[in-house]
């Protein structure tokens, strides 16, 4: 019979699950009983308590949109929340303070329990900085290791739901730490095999030599990425390698039956991340030198702005052959960046750091928000936020792992915060926009606080959390009651008006 795990991926299926499970904390089936009481006593983590430590329990999803809470009362009239953030295949996004704000905060919470415990289960691989965002949240981390460590003992057990889901478990610890060629068919398992081959085989292998980065994309696929080691002040505006896992896959009716290897010399997302800089020089003076140079795996691709150059695609047969074919790829790759001599290029910065007008008015507008009455900010349960929902959002490249999360309220109403700013928090960034999202209530009608005027700085779009408006160049995004909307549409769209003579 097939495992019903390997179908239901999504995180709402596995807050099926783990709900089904805590809400069985008494069942008559033993071994689920069992499971149900061990996972809860090890979310807990005090020794005081064992599995038959636990009286009462309800669970509920979406409180406060967190994935799944847990209210437990133990024998001794303890009391806990038990807040988890459940995860398969995205990462952290800046929740886990904002849920723990709202919990600490929260009047039912506060008078209802004695303590507040915060899971974070995540049963996929975990980046370097998500580990350090959860552990700087001080929400408790259960990885994948330490997730199948805790499930193996239901691997061979009665229960067929635990058994699927143990051994769901263990494929997805056995793929993520791959080490070979991949040849699983499967296409979802598939993915996450060259997952775990791009990164513990070519990210080992060539770390000491490349920035790398391994990911999974959100549109099905997995891939690696380099840039050279050089001493640009920002170098992840340079021009990287990438290799993808849909690229790495040969295909026949539908079906996986042999591996390519092929690299790809791109740009991807330096337009809009990086519009203060001229990248198009880096790119033009790659693609010189590499016209210069005759004996390059490269070809030179300028049909398309993004894309630089690309290698031939080559079926590969071993692994040996495919590391081997790699070296040379990226030897070549580190040779046309040292003929090209990118880093004497001088790429000015727009604006005079000290006197940014971006920075002067979201100052501006801070001092704005500061004379609305405090019940103006209250939590909507419709989906809107108060001022402790607008986070700081820096691009990647700029994220102190540390800062994660930071509220912009901590910097508005000057309160203090884990760090200390030389100036402005937003000041490092170099696109700054404002996004005015709608989560929640997808009808609700913008188009009244969008003025003709405003419509010429501003990019309406709609997604799956609704309809937005973007004010370009600018960075504060706000899941907003409807006043802090309308402030923040009002009031910088005059500010942007004057600066540019609108």
């Known amino acids: 019979m097939k495992n019903l795990f390997d179908f239901a991926t999504k995180e709402l299926s596995q807050d099926a699950f783990l709900r089904w499970l805590f809400e069985s904390y008494d069942s008559s089936d033993d071994e689920v009983k069992d499971a149900s009481r061990s996972l809860l006593i090890a979310f807990i983590n005090n020794h005081k308590y064992t599995v038959n430590s636990i009286q009462k329990l309800w669970t509920k999803a979406q409180d406060h949109k967190a994935d799944i809470v847990v209210w437990l009362e133990m024998n001794d009239g303890y009391k806990y929340g038990i807040i988890i953030e459940d995860k398969t295949y995205s990462s952290e996004h800046n929740q886990l303070l904002k849920y723990q704000c709202i919990f600490e905060k929260d009047k039912y919470w506060k008078e209802n329990t004695n303590e507040r415990k915060y899971i974070f289960y995540k049963t996929s691989f975990i980046q370097d900085w998500e580990r350090a965002t959860v552990k700087n949240a001080k929400w408790e981390l259960f990885d994948l290791k330490r997730i199948r460590d805790f499930w193996q003992r239901y691997s061979n057990g009665s229960n067929l739901l635990l058994n699927w889901y143990a051994n769901h478990i263990n494929k997805l610890y056995e793929f993520y730490s791959n080490t070979e060629l991949v040849t699983e068919p499967n296409s979802k398992f598939n993915t996450i095999a060259w997952f775990g081959f791009f990164n513990n085989v070519l990210k080992e292998r060539y770390k000491n030599d490349f920035k790398i980065y391994v990911e999974n994309s959100n549109y099905g696929y997995s891939y690696i990425t380099f840039r050279p080691l050089i001493p640009i002040a920002k170098e992840d505006n340079t021009p990287y390698l990438e290799i993808t896992s849909r690229d790495c896959n040969v295909y026949a009716d539908g079906k996986i039956i042999g591996t390519n290897l092929i690299a790809k010399w791109l740009v991807y997302g330096m337009e809009w991340r990086f519009k203060e800089y001229s990248i198009k020089l880096y790119v033009d003076k790659l693609r010189d030198t590499l016209d210069d140079i005759q004996d390059s795996l490269f070809i030179s691709d300028r049909k398309f702005d993004k894309v630089i150059a690309h290698t031939e695609k080559e079926e590969i047969k071993s692994k040996e052959e495919f590391l081997l074919k790699l070296d040379k790829i990226l030897n070549d790759y580190k040779r046309i960046y040292e003929a090209a001599n990118i880093e004497s290029i001088d790429l000015e910065y727009k604006y005079n750091k000290s006197h940014d007008d971006k920075i002067e008015i979201i100052k501006n507008l801070s001092n704005k928000l500061k004379e609305v009455k ?10 809107c936020y108060n001022l402790e929902g607008v986070y700081k959002s820096y691009f990647s490249s700029y994220i102190n792992i540390e800062d994660n999360g930071l509220t912009l309220e901590s910097y508005i109403m000057n309160e203090p915060t884990d760090r200390e700013y030389d100036g402005f ?5 170099d696109i700054l926009y404002i996004a005015l999202w709608n989560r929640g209530n997808r009808d609700y009608d913008f188009d009244k606080f969008i003025t003709p005027d405003c419509k010429k700085i501003v990019t309406e779009g709609r997604n799956a959390w609704g309809k937005h408006y973007i004010i370009k160049r600018y960075d504060l995004k706000a899941n907003s009651s409807e006043f802090i909307i309308k402030a923040a549409v009002e009031f910088i ?10």
């Open 374 to 383: 405090s019940e103006d900010f209250k939590y909507k349960e419709i989906g």
């Open 425 to 429: 928090p937003f000041e490092e960034a």
């Open 493 to 502: 769209t005059e500010e942007v008006k004057k600066i540019y003579s609108i």
